[in-house]
């Protein structure tokens, strides 16, 4: 597929990040776009965004509230495709919404854990579920499904658990390879790819605490504001003349860095990914540091999860992850 003009492209997690630029690009290169986030105004955003950016004539985008980790609600989110773009199939699907959070198996809440679980990775199954019929419905058709770099290395650092995001994103990556012979023996004009960033500027940070809290609120409860102090003296840290106050000003300076200081920008990273689908490459890493660090793991993976390791590893990318 050397061109999206006139295709139709669904993308989940729409409201923001990659989501977003992958919509704004999409719609600059004439491809229609359906997109679904759980936040309305974050999606409003992006139209703007579009429209800022002039939406060629003819092109049509919208936006549907749904969560990828209930199938119902895509399903809902399909059907309303088929109607408001008059169409039985579809010819691009990037399956891109994710969260963080329900790091540790020990510590935090299974609900937390099974709530980034099932938007990571069950959200990637249930949207290829659901729009699989579509996608043979069309002549060609691309699976595209956002894995990351912890779909190859489960950590963060030795310093914190993260292993609900990394067990999705190895799963995502599993399955997507597995599709690539799948499709070819059964629907050969369906291509899929694994997508596998390194450190994007994205929101996910601050979505992923609101997702998780059902909250849109920018400040942290009580019972948040408690479970972080743990989880930072669990990790080190003197927080003994520490006041709520500043560790809610950590957090956030944690999550405005994650954003602005990331090596390469969301609109950057939605390039790269386009490029691939372009090329048809079934695996496109994202990112200077994501090429490097999967070097680096299978070079020597025996050493991939030592402190040495990862304080080598963010010495030579330059990573600048902080706070909460």
């Known amino acids: 597929m050397k061109d999206f003009t006139g295709r139709i492209a669904v993308i989940t997690g729409g409201g923001t990040g990659m989501g977003r630029e992958l919509a704004r690009q999409l719609v600059a290169q004439g491809c229609h776009v359906a997109m679904c986030d759980v936040s309305a105004g974050n999606m409003a955003q992006t139209i703007s965004l579009c429209q800022g950016d002039r939406v060629p004539q003819g092109v049509r985008i919208t936006a549907h509230v749904a969560d990828v980790s ?64 579509m996608l043979i419905a069309a002549p060609e058709a691309h699976i595209v499904n956002t894995s990351s770099v912890n779909g190859f290395w489960a950590t963060i650092g030795p310093n914190t658990s993260h292993t609900s995001y990394a067990a999705a994103k190895f799963a995502v990556k599993g399955f997507t390879e597995a599709l690539v012979t799948d499709l070819r023996l059964t629907a050969p004009h369906v291509k899929a790819s ?33 479970a972080t102090r743990h989880r930072m003296v669990a ?90």
């Open 70 to 133: 209930d199938e119902a609600a895509l399903q809902r989110f399909r059907d309303e495709i088929k109607d408001q773009h008059q169409t039985d199939h579809i010819h691009l699907l990037f399956n891109n919404a994710g969260i963080a959070g329900g790091g540790s198996m020990v510590t935090d809440s299974r609900a937390a854990w099974e709530r980034t679980f099932n938007v990571c990775w069950g959200g990637v199954y249930l949207g290829v579920r659901t729009f699989l019929d």
């Open 194 to 226: 694994v997508v596998m960033p390194g450190h994007i500027g994205t929101a996910i940070v601050a979505n992923s605490r609101k997702v998780q809290g059902n909250t849109e609120s920018d400040d942290l409860t009580p019972e948040e504001l408690a």
């Open 235 to 324: 990790a080190g840290m003197d927080l003994s003349d520490v006041s709520d106050a500043a560790i809610q000003a950590m957090v956030s300076e944690g999550a405005r860095r994650f954003e602005q200081d990331a090596p390469m920008t969301a609109a950057a990273a939605a390039t790269v990914i386009l490029d691939g689908v372009k090329a048809e490459t079934w695996r496109i890493l994202v990112g200077d540091d994501a090429r490097l660090l999967d070097e680096w793991v299978r070079k020597d993976p025996e050493q991939a999860y030592e402190p040495a390791f990862y304080e080598a590893f963010v010495k030579a990318v330059g990573w600048k992850l902080g706070g909460g």
